[in-house]
Structures are given as structure tokens and as C-alpha cells.
T-cell receptor, first 110, second 113 residues
């Protein structure tokens, strides 16, 4: 099956700085790569996703890049704000089975 | 729309007891799934269903049973609870067809003593 690795496990940044979280995957058949944000005591919520036929996608302060050849994808958050503090998960899937990374706990220091 | 609703939110069981975690969605999603979340291990798929009457195993299915008699409901059963099943459980749903957003419930925290 698919194996998704995520780094770093914890990340602290000053408010206004950028944050980058990286994931690698093993199955070249994976074709959809979502990123989820989980706040304390809540379920994960989708923040951005990318499909295998696209190299980059941006939504305001959030962007995701995908390198299919190297099998890695990254989440970029610019101008971080305290409300960005949460746990972020990457995932990869070919359809019915989603494989998640182990999560990154992001802390934005005011 | 309520989205994905899970009950109970908290449960404590003794080893060997059985229980059912309930999951209901009101978005007419054909695909439903159960995950467990453990510290340092992310979310791992237990079982999933692509429609009423159809279920399949995920990464960690042992010790869990599911059934799908309606589009709306996808209960997760623990027949003989073990301490290793202490975890936070999430139900998630999405439309079928091409891959798309998973909508998660708020989670059910289970402790097995």
C-alpha cells in the first residue's frame, strides 16, 4: 500500500513568517493530494488540495506544490497568523483509500 | 445541514465489552469511512463503504466490524474491546466518482480499560 511521510512533526514560526510542511509518498498511482487542518478537539478540515495533473495551486495565503517525479508535495503558508496554529495533515490517494501523514503541529508565535 | 454526526463523543469500556460507534451524514454521500487517530500515527483507515450494502477493509480492520444498510448511516462495531483500541475515532464521507473532499465528524474518544 501507499506510505506517506510528513516532516517536520512540530514547527514554530513568528507571526508574519512563512511555514512549509513537506510530504513524500511511495505509490506512483496516487493522483489526489489533500491537506487537512485539525484544531484541538475537532475533526480535520480540508484547506487545499491538488491533483496529479497540476504542479501548483494557490488559495490566498496557502499554496501547495507537487513534484510527481520526486513523489513529494508541500504546503506553504505565508504571512502566518495565530489562528493558523493547528495540526496539519497531508494525504495521498488513488480513490477509495486515503493515506495520511503523521501530522505537523504548527505554532504561530504572536 | 448537520454534515457528519458521530455519537457518542466519549466512551469508556472495559476489556471484552462490545459497543457501536454511530455515524450519520445528511449530504447524500455514497462514500463513508472510519479512521482511528493515535498520537504520532496520523489517521489510519479502518473500513470504508462506497454505497449501501458495500463495505471494504482499510489499513487496520482487525477487531472492527461495519455494515451499511442505508446511505446515511455507517456504524462501527467493536465486538471484544481491547486496550489497543483506545483511540479517537473519526467518521468521514464524500461523494463518489473522482476523488474529492472528505468531510469529517467531530470524533469519538474511546478508552478501553
Amino acid at each position: 500500500g501507499e506510505n506517506v511521510e510528513q516532516h517536520p512533526s512540530t514547527l514554530s514560526v513568528q507571526e508574519g513568517d512563512s511555514a512549509v510542511i513537506k510530504c513524500t509518498y511511495s505509490d506512483s498511482a496516487s493522483n489526489y493530494f489533500p491537506w487537512y487542518k485539525q484544531e484541538l478537539g475537532k475533526g480535520p478540515q480540508l484547506i487545499i488540495d491538488i491533483r496529479s495533473n497540476v504542479g501548483e495551486k494557490k488559495d490566498q495565503r496557502i499554496a501547495v506544490t507537487l513534484n510527481k517525479t520526486a513523489k513529494h508535495f508541500s504546503l506553504h503558508i505565508t504571512e502566518t497568523q495565530p489562528e493558523d496554529s493547528a495540526v496539519y495533515f497531508c494525504a495521498a490517494t488513488t480513490g477509495n483509500q486515503f493515506y495520511f501523514g503523521t501530522g505537523t503541529s504548527l505554532t504561530v508565535i504572536p | 445541514n448537520a454534515g457528519v454526526t458521530q455519537t457518542p463523543k466519549f466512551q469508556v469500556l472495559k476489556t471484552g465489552q462490545s459497543m457501536t460507534l454511530q455515524c450519520a451524514q445528511d449530504m447524500n454521500h455514497e462514500y463513508m469511512s472510519w479512521y482511528r487517530q493515535d498520537p504520532g500515527m496520523g489517521l489510519r483507515l479502518i473500513h470504508y463503504s462506497v454505497g449501501a450494502g458495500i463495505t471494504d477493509q482499510g489499513e487496520v480492520p482487525n477487531g472492527y466490524n461495519v455494515s451499511r444498510s442505508t446511505t446515511e448511516d455507517f456504524p462501527l462495531r467493536l465486538l471484544l474491546a481491547a486496550p489497543s483500541q483506545t483511540s479517537v475515532y473519526f467518521c468521514a464521507s464524500r461523494r463518489t466518482g473522482n476523488t474529492g473532499e472528505l468531510f469529517f465528524g467531530e470524533g469519538s474518544r474511546l478508552t478501553v480499560l
